[in-house]
């Protein structure tokens, strides 16, 4: 059962259909959610699933998408999906509240500007040579580990002023892998069941402590010759040199844990998949290091070499497409309210999910390919519409996205110039937090 309502203004009304997914349904479905967003669109444009006592629906057009992302008066971060992330993130940029959340970006853009994120190429440069320097011809290679190795060290010597040594950057990783999986199952339980969970998995706790440690010695760093002063971003926010409201400590935690998670983990899942694909495509991996031999003439690729990088950028479009990392977002009705005609109580989730918008096949031709064409200037048929939304969408969008493209459009490049990617294990959509390639292992063969 479905009923038909009205949304937008003037002559770009469109119908949009409210439905209900059968219990039978979501039962079949439970342990495997991607493709529970895959099917959920046939039942509606808004969905609402039969979960607990809280209404939760699922946005499955991409209109209604961006409704939902865009008035963050009506639809705002919170609930128990954000309360049980707070956790691990606390109260940074990305899960504050709207009223907090106007103050924490306007502190934060100048850093993220395009114009200042060009300053940041050499830490990115020396971090992507420092890792693949280490590479052995003909040996095999955990592309997770690897790509987290130039993120997680590039965002730490911008956040910090210096990357974490070695075997930190490590267990940052590892905790930051035990709070993804376990963040998506206490998301998922009421509060009760949350304290529960983090009594009974000490692995958990023991993971939000870690990274807590390692944020708190960062962002204390002590540079010789120097006063006792946080570096980078976050020293700037600490110390007001900026002409801005100093952060509290707590304030500049919960902003490096929630930067550093989005600037190494995201990214570093963005590269282990286009490398996948890469390595799965060998005709795909020639034409790119056609283009990448041409542009970069045998030199570590830069910043002003980016805008030649055309199929390079297609590659990673494409993978934002098929694996957006962040694969599902949600927001809460911060009072009782209307969606597709249907009134939304104060308090229900609402989920928007990239995976889902991107694999529609009346949104994009051939909509389960890898196709990077489909990205191409020249292709008239291929519009920035609202189904496309791998960094989010509205006051919310991601802050880093720049960043995040700007260092896998260099990682790519500079690996291709010097390094072939051969014999990928077959790989499965991992769906924690954060979409993830499982295995993800390749070999490399110099060139």
Same mark, same amino acid.
């Given at each position: 059962?479905?009923?038909?309502?009205?949304?937008?203004?003037?002559?770009?009304?469109?119908?949009?259909?409210?439905?209900?997914?059968?219990?039978?349904?979501?039962?079949?479905?439970?342990?495997?959610?991607?493709?529970?967003?895959?099917?959920?669109?046939?039942?509606?444009?808004?969905?609402?699933?039969?979960?607990?006592?809280?209404?939760?629906?699922?946005?499955?057009?991409?209109?209604?998408?961006?409704?939902? $992302?865009?008035? !963050?008066?009506?639809?705002?971060?919170?609930?128990?999906?954000?309360?049980?992330?707070?956790?691990?993130?606390?109260?940074?940029?990305?899960?504050?509240?709207?009223?907090?959340?106007?103050?924490?970006?306007?502190?934060?853009?100048?850093?993220?500007?395009?114009?200042?994120?060009?300053?940041?190429?050499?830490?990115?440069?020396?971090?992507?040579?420092?890792?693949?320097?280490?590479?052995?011809?003909?040996?095999?290679?955990?592309?997770?580990?690897?790509?987290?190795?130039?993120?997680?060290?590039?965002?730490?010597?911008?956040?910090?002023?210096?990357?974490?040594?070695?075997?930190?950057?490590?267990?940052?990783?590892?905790?930051?892998?035990?709070?993804?999986?376990?963040?998506?199952?206490?998301?998922?339980?009421?509060?009760?069941?949350?304290?529960?969970?983090?009594?009974?998995?000490?692995?958990?706790?023991?993971?939000?402590?870690?990274?807590?440690?390692?944020?708190?010695?960062?962002?204390?760093?002590?540079?010789?010759?120097?006063?006792?002063?946080?570096?980078?971003?976050?020293?700037?926010?600490?110390?007001?040199?900026?002409?801005?409201?100093?952060?509290?400590?707590?304030?500049?935690?919960?902003?490096?844990?929630?930067?550093?998670?989005?600037?190494?983990?995201?990214?570093?899942?963005?590269?282990?998949?286009?490398?996948?694909?890469?390595?799965?495509?060998?005709?795909?991996?020639?034409?790119?290091?056609?283009?990448?031999?041409?542009?970069?003439?045998?030199?570590?690729?830069?910043?002003?070499?980016?805008?030649?990088?055309?199929?390079?950028?297609?590659?990673?479009?494409?993978?934002?497409?098929?694996?957006?990392?962040?694969?599902?977002?949600?927001?809460?009705?911060?009072? !009782?309210?209307?969606?597709?005609?249907?009134?939304?109580?104060?308090?229900?989730?609402?989920?928007?999910?990239?995976?889902?918008?991107?694999?529609?096949?009346?949104?994009?031709?051939?909509?389960?390919?890898?196709?990077?064409?489909?990205?191409?200037?020249?292709?008239?048929?291929?519009?920035?519409?609202?189904?496309?939304?791998?960094?989010?969408?509205?006051?919310?969008?991601?802050?880093?996205?720049?960043?995040?493209? $700007?260092?896998?459009?260099?990682?790519?490049?500079?690996?291709?110039?010097?390094?072939?990617?051969?014999?990928?294990?077959?790989?499965?959509?991992?769906?924690?937090?954060?979409?993830?390639?499982?295995?993800?292992?390749?070999?490399?063969?110099?060139?």
């Amino acid at each position: 059962m479905s009923e038909s309502s009205r949304t937008g203004d003037g002559d770009d009304r469109q119908h949009h259909l409210f439905g209900q997914l059968p219990m039978q349904v979501l039962l079949r479905n439970v342990f495997w959610p991607l493709r529970l967003m895959e099917r959920l669109p046939q039942y509606g444009d808004l969905v609402k699933i039969p979960i607990g006592r809280s209404p939760v629906y699922f946005a499955c057009h991409p209109q209604v998408a961006m409704e939902v $992302l865009m008035d !963050d008066t009506r639809f705002d971060k919170g609930g128990r999906f954000w309360e049980a992330a707070r956790d691990f993130v606390g109260n940074g940029l990305a899960s504050c509240s709207r009223a907090e959340h106007v103050t924490q970006r306007k502190l934060l853009q100048p850093e993220f500007q395009r114009k200042r994120v060009s300053t940041y190429e050499p830490m990115i440069v020396e971090c992507i040579a420092d890792t693949i320097g280490k590479w052995e011809d003909g040996s095999r290679i955990d592309l997770l580990k690897e790509m987290y190795e130039i993120t997680g060290s590039a965002i730490c010597s911008v956040l910090f002023g210096q990357s974490l040594a070695a075997p930190e950057l490590a267990d940052a990783r590892l905790a930051f892998e035990q709070l993804l999986g376990g963040g998506l199952a206490r998301m998922l339980l009421p509060a009760w069941a949350r304290k529960q969970y983090r009594r009974a998995n000490p692995r958990y706790s023991g993971a939000n402590q870690r990274i807590a440690a390692i944020v708190s010695r960062a962002i204390g760093t002590r540079q010789e010759g120097e006063q006792r002063r946080a570096l980078g971003i976050l020293g700037r926010m600490r110390n007001d040199d900026v002409g801005r409201t100093a952060l509290t400590e707590t304030q500049l935690r919960d902003q490096a844990v929630t930067l550093f998670l989005a600037g190494a983990d995201t990214t570093a899942r963005l590269l282990a998949w286009a490398c996948y694909v890469i390595a799965s495509e060998p005709r795909l991996q020639r034409r790119l290091q056609v283009e990448v031999d041409s542009v970069l003439a045998g030199q570590p690729a830069r910043a002003h070499h980016v805008p030649q990088l055309e199929l390079t950028r297609q590659v990673l479009e494409e993978t934002l497409r098929l694996y957006p990392p962040g694969w599902i977002f949600s927001r809460t009705a911060v009072s !009782d309210t209307t969606l597709c005609g249907h009134r939304i109580p104060n308090g229900s989730t609402i989920f928007c999910s990239p995976y889902m918008l991107h694999r529609r096949t009346d949104m994009f031709t051939a909509a389960t390919e890898f196709d990077p064409s489909r990205w191409t200037g020249k292709n008239p048929s291929m519009e920035r519409h609202a189904g496309y939304i791998p960094f989010g969408g509205g006051p919310r969008i991601c802050i880093g996205a720049d960043f995040g493209m $700007l260092e896998s459009t260099l990682s790519i490049a500079t690996i291709l110039g010097s390094w072939e990617l051969i014999d990928p294990v077959k790989s499965k959509a991992r769906p924690s937090l954060i979409l993830t390639p499982a295995p993800a292992m390749v070999r490399i063969r110099h060139r």
